[in-house]
DNA sequence: GCTAGTTTCCTAGCACCGCTAGGCTAGGCT
DNA sequence: AGCCTAGCCTAGCGGTGCTAGGAAACTAGC
């Protein structure tokens, strides 16, 4: 029975070791990077090992990757809400969420340019993918939805335009302060943008 | 002299050709399913051919298909915008914009996911990568930079959501109204959120 | 201790990728 | 006629994701 344990543990603890190697090369080099011989190597294994953790081969390590991601996405951005909506929460959550981003351009990557094909519409989705949206719901007082896809959206933009070096890198602060101001809801402290 | 023009003619009709079956098959498929072989077979010559074209391979036939995507999303940007800011110019000009992105993925992908090493800063950036930028900022009447840049960041964001299917399909057009409203200018005929 | 069966892992290989070196052929020039 | 150049193709490099099949090690029953 301990021998029993003892295999599991080793099995999840490779399992692990593979997710944190691609993890980290992906967010150091880009997804590009990461092959099934780098990732075998570094594991100490061959390639064939992977697929006995992740028959879906590379995507599959991707699609784990990014499920981590969401979770630990919406736990920034949960962390960084204050008590309750107005701008200067809007714009905390958004700086997590842009922090995120940047920290992790691969997971990131992972979690929103693939199709990804479990369900995302408000219905089936899963709670883990739930919990980010529902976190930038509440930062701007939305209930119906449509408000938070687009605040969600261009968080989204901003991040991957930002990072692709579309927009003005110096002027980040203001750009936050620009979207919590637009985002602001109409019983907040103000809704006109500053300046 | 007629020999040298016929010979510049069909060298001409060559890279066209490359680049619209780059283009389409891209569309059609995506970019992975754009092959140097495929591409070579498309056009009725051999691999190496490609690279008498472009010295710099697949990253280069790209690079050509996204600079003619700047131009042409310009345009139709320009031509939805009607003759002042408001609301209706935002909607406008934002459904064509996204319209762009549903209608050619692959083109919009190539001109915004990759790095891009030509500058994109609003000092050295080349014209034709200007021009959409100018005419988003025409559109929200804005004239810092700070304001468009988040307006454009919203309209990516909300182009690539959509296609990966994060956000519900249905809710398109009240999604462009929601953006419209929070980004209309000042001096519009509204800045609250309808509803 | 010995054998049979299972689990675990690696070797080797597939088809495909982007890319390139080198040779063949056809045409213009001297 | 002979050479030179441009244009194109054949063949091949190293790398990719992925998989079939066999070797080795470990477990269980006697």
Redesign the interface.
């Known amino acids: 029975m301990a021998e029993r344990t003892s295999r599991r543990q080793r099995v999840d603890e490779r399992h692990r070791r593979i997710l944190d190697a691609a993890r980290e090369r992906a967010d150091a080099d880009g997804w590009a990077a990461v092959t099934t011989r780098r990732l075998a190597d570094a594991i100490g294994y061959t390639q064939p090992v992977l697929y006995s953790h992740f028959p879906g081969g590379k995507a599959e390590i991707m699609l784990a990757v990014a499920l981590e991601g969401f979770v630990e996405l919406a736990r920034r951005c949960r962390a960084a809400l204050g008590p309750g909506p107005g701008r200067a929460a809007i714009e905390a959550v958004a700086a997590a969420y842009l922090d995120f981003g940047r920290e992790h351009p691969a997971v990131y990557e992972a979690m ?5 094909d479990t ?4 219905d089936g989705t899963r709670p883990e993918l739930r919990a980010g949206f529902d976190t930038l719901a509440e930062a701007i007082g939305d209930d ?4 938070t ?2 605040f ?7 991040g ?2 930002e990072r ?5 890198p110096e ?1 980040r602060a ?2 936050v302060a ?2 919590a101001a ?2 602001a809801p ?1 019983s907040g402290t103000g ?3 500053p ?1």
Do not use: K, M, N
């Not at 369900?119 to 408000?122: D, E, I, R, Y």
């Open positions: 929103f340019s693939e199709p990804l369900p995302f519409g408000q119906d939805g449509t408000a896809e687009v969600w959206s261009a968080l989204h933009g901003l991957l335009l692709t070096g579309r927009v003005r002027h203001e750009r620009e979207l637009r985002f109409p809704t006109r943008p300046d």
